[in-house]
Every structure is written in structure tokens, then in C-alpha cells.
């Protein structure tokens, strides 16, 4: 949530945006992982965008339940739609809509200057349909076109039944931001459903240029494995993974099945690092984001994280192409008794599973606030 303590601290860092700006000169785009109205509404997001280098955002499940649970923002919009006879599914998706058309339209002029690679947002399709793909491909189309913004990404998960949604997607010409990527497995079976879709539009004559990002999650490993791994190897599994995934990313823009298609006109699906704020307390606030540095990527941050590395953090280095010790320390860590491939599944599916009890709650929020609406509204008839 934007807080007065936050607004604050962006006003006295006049002098300690060394952090973003880095990592813009060294090529990687800064995204806020976080939306309010009261963002919208009070400037922080423009703030964000002109003094903290933040070209892009993104939302999901958890962080609209946050605030429209926790604030008051959105309580006379809802009570408007309420009063339209709307409810559930279809009024929560009028206010994220109209939110990130707002905000679409704060960061059109980076869209614009770097030729739809960077200012973008993002949607995510109702998470109950992970696991159905017809109705996740429907349901993409549908939100896409009623957001009617060319820099609006939908989130499809990258689960085996979300990836044909993806390569449909992209094929029908709608950016996708794949979520809940956790291993370089993942985040390869992303890439691979978003070049089938590009090289089908080729086939069929159409545009290339169909933007997507594919976002691979950082800090639930090292949440999952705390109290299992050695001191000597705690709090090293995301990074090792995000670096492991690097690599792999940096083989394929080289390779020469993406150069085919790139002399079409095809562009990357960038990796995106998501869930980059730290969770231990005792660890630096910007772990994730100085340890992951890397050319023509994305970080999308939380609010708190977006704030700390605007204050204190620094760039020591970026990510080698080669993924550093990536390999050297996922050996030590599977030896250590941690089945990474088994944990990256157990991780997307619980992370699939947190996004439908956010989205649970959010209706239910959503039909509380809708019932106490039409209790005031009969009071007075």
C-alpha cells in the first residue's frame, strides 16, 4: 500500500536515485509490483515513474485483495456498480481494468519511446483457471480486448494446461506476462509456447511483434528452504536459479531459431525476475534486486523493495551471461538434499493455489462491500 511514511521518503531522495538509474543504464527495465487507486489518484505512481526510473507494473491476485481490502479507495466505485447490478467476477474486473487503463496511459509515452519493449502493465486472467486451458485462452482474449490498451499484458500461469493458452495467445496477437515461472524449465516451456506462437503469425503472414515477458519467481525458494539447507547455503537457491535462468535466456536470444525470427521482426520474450522483495528480515532489503542485475531484463519489485534500493541500493555487478556459479551452487544445494525440479513444481503449484485464495477473498470482500451498499441503499427507499 502507498503509505504517508513512503510518500515521504520519496520526497527526500532527491539525491539517492543512483540505484534505479543503474540499473537502467546497464539495461534492465525497474517495474513496481503493486497497484492502488489511492496511487492513481494522489500522483505517487507519476512520482515513481519521472524520479525513480519505474517503466512498467504489475498486479495479481494478492495485491488487488490488499487494497481493496485494506483501503477505502474503491468503495464509492463499487457502490456505483453495485448500484448498475453488478457483482462478483464482473465488477472486480471493471475496477482492475479501469485502474491499469490509468496507468497504461502513465507509462504510453515509454512504451512509445522504446517501440512497445518497455511501459507496460499487467492483468491476470481469474487464477481458478490455471488448470483449464480453453477457458484461460477465452478469457485472455476477452480482457484484452475490453482493456483496449496496446501496452496492457494478460498473465497467463505457466503451468503444463496454461502453456497451449500462451501459444494461442500470442498466435491471436495478446501480450502475455507467463506467471508463476520457478525453474529454468519453466521459464524454457514458456519461451518455447511463445516462439510456436510467433512462428505460427509468421506462417500465417501476420505481425511478429507481439510483446510478452516471462516471469520467473525469486524469492520462494529460499523462503521454502530456510530451515532445510546449511547456513553456508541459505538464502542462495533464488538467485543460483534466476542466474541458471539467465543463462539459458541470453543461449536462446543467440540461438539460431530466435535469430530467424527476429530478422522477421520478432521481438524477445524478456525474462522477468517477480517476487524480488526479501522475506527474511535479516537479509539486505534489496538482495534480489543487486544480485540479479542484468541486460535486457525486468525486475519487478514491491513498493518496499522499489523505496529501499531507491535509498541504499547499488549495482556491484550484473549477472554473467554464463550464470556465474549458478551450476556450482545448485550442486552443493542438491547434495545438500533439496530436489530442485520437485520443488519448482511443489512452488508453482502452491503459488497457483495462494492466487485462488487471494481471489476467494477478494470476491468475498468484493460481496461484502456490495451487501453493506445495497443495506444503505434500502434503508433510505
Avoid at 519489485?301 to 551452487?329: K, N, R, W, Y
Avoid at 508453482?348 to 485462488?356: C, I, P, R
Amino acid at each position: 500500500m502507498t503509505s504517508l511514511t513512503s510518500l515521504t521518503s520519496l520526497t527526500s531522495m532527491t539525491s539517492m536515485t543512483s540505484g534505479p538509474a543503474d540499473l537502467h543504464r546497464l539495461g534492465q527495465s525497474l517495474w513496481l509490483d503493486n497497484i492502488t487507486r489511492g496511487m492513481l489518484d494522489d500522483g505517487t505512481l507519476q512520482r515513481y515513474i519521472r524520479d525513480l526510473s519505474v517503466t512498467g507494473l504489475t498486479s495479481n491476485p494478492t495485491i488487488f485483495n490488499a487494497a481493496v481490502k485494506n483501503t477505502s479507495f474503491y468503495d464509492a466505485a463499487i457502490a456505483a456498480k453495485v448500484r448498475q447490478g453488478k457483482a462478483g467476477e464482473r465488477l472486480f474486473f471493471e475496477l482492475a481494468i479501469e485502474d491499469l487503463q490509468r496507468a497504461a496511459d502513465l507509462f504510453r509515452p515509454v512504451f512509445d519511446r522504446t517501440g512497445g519493449l518497455d511501459g507496460w502493465v499487467s492483468l491476470e486472467v481469474s487464477p481458478t483457471l490455471a488448470y483449464d486451458t480453453a477457458s484461460t485462452l477465452a478469457a485472455a482474449r476477452d480482457l484484452h480486448a475490453r482493456a483496449d490498451r496496446p501496452n496492457l499484458f494478460i498473465k497467463i500461469p505457466g503451468t503444463p494446461e496454461g502453456l497451449p493458452a500462451i501459444e494461442e495467445a500470442i498466435f491471436a496477437g495478446v501480450p502475455v506476462n507467463v506467471t508463476l515461472l520457478f525453474t529454468r524449465d519453466h521459464f524454457l516451456a514458456a519461451e518455447e509456447a511463445y516462439l510456436r506462437g510467433i512462428h505460427r503469425r509468421i506462417e500465417a503472414g501476420l505481425s511478429p511483434r507481439v510483446c510478452s515477458v516471462a516471469s520467473l519467481f525469486i524469492s520462494r525458494w529460499d523462503g521454502a528452504t530456510a530451515s532445510t539447507l546449511p547456513a553456508a547455503l541459505a538464502n542462495r537457491l533464488g538467485l543460483a536459479v534466476g542466474q541458471q535462468s539467465y543463462r539459458a535466456y541470453r543461449d536462446l536470444l543467440a540461438s539460431d531459431r530466435f535469430q530467424r525470427l527476429a530478422n522477421f521482426g520478432a521481438l524477445p520474450q524478456r525474462l522477468l525476475y517477480a517476487s524480488t522483495g526479501t522475506k527474511d528480515p535479516q537479509l539486505p532489503d534489496t538482495l534480489y534486486v543487486s544480485g540479479l542485475a542484468s541486460p535486457h531484463t525486468v525486475n519487478t519489485m514491491p513498493e518496499q523493495t522499489l523505496l529501499a534500493f531507491a535509498d541504499h541500493g547499488a549495482v556491484a555487478g550484473i549477472v554473467s551471461a554464463g550464470g556465474g556459479d549458478a551450476d556450482e551452487t545448485l550442486l552443493a544445494i542438491t547434495r545438500a538434499g533439496i530436489d530442485v525440479a520437485a520443488l519448482g513444481a511443489k512452488l508453482q503449484k502452491d503459488g497457483a493455489e495462494s492466487f485462488v485464495k487471494s481471489w476467494t477473498e477478494l470476491l468475498q470482500v468484493i460481496e461484502k462491500k456490495s451487501q453493506a451498499v445495497s443495506a444503505a441503499g434500502g434503508a433510505t427507499r
